[in-house]
């Protein structure tokens, strides 16, 4: 049998239809609220899967100064972030994902952006 204590899991554990997903930060690019299930799309072979957790259990669980909510049915990894598109308020990550932005977090993160220009 194989030893397991110097192994650790990932930090991130989502329950999919099929079993448990084990990711890490930057393997997330972004999670989409869709009713009662949340979309994650990742860095992955597989683009995106569907997982059995509402996105404010996501919020709750796993928010990091990286990895925030950026819209009531969005959360985005900062890490991910390629661009701000300042006439539709929304944030470009890699792979062309898009999504939207609060009023709030568009502030929070323009502000941030002027810090390092």
Not at 6 to 32: N, Q, R, T, W
Not at 33 to 41: H, K, L, P
Not at 86 to 110: E, I
Request: aromatic content about 12%.
């Amino acid at each position: 049998m194989e030893d397991l204590s110097d192994k650790s899991l990932k930090p991130v554990i989502f329950k999919a239809s099929g079993g448990y997903i084990f990711l890490d930060y930057l393997e997330i690019i972004m999670c989409c609220a869709e009713g009662n299930y949340t979309v994650v799309y990742t860095t992955l072979g597989t683009n995106s899967f569907k997982i059995l957790h509402k996105i404010n259990y996501i919020s709750l669980k796993y928010q990091t100064d990286n990895f925030i909510r950026c819209h009531k049915s969005y959360i985005i990894n900062l890490s991910h972030l390629e661009k701000l598109l300042v006439t539709t308020h929304q944030a470009q990550l890699t792979g062309g994902y898009l999504a939207p932005l609060s009023n709030d977090c568009w502030r929070k993160l323009k502000d941030l952006t002027e810090q390092y220009m």
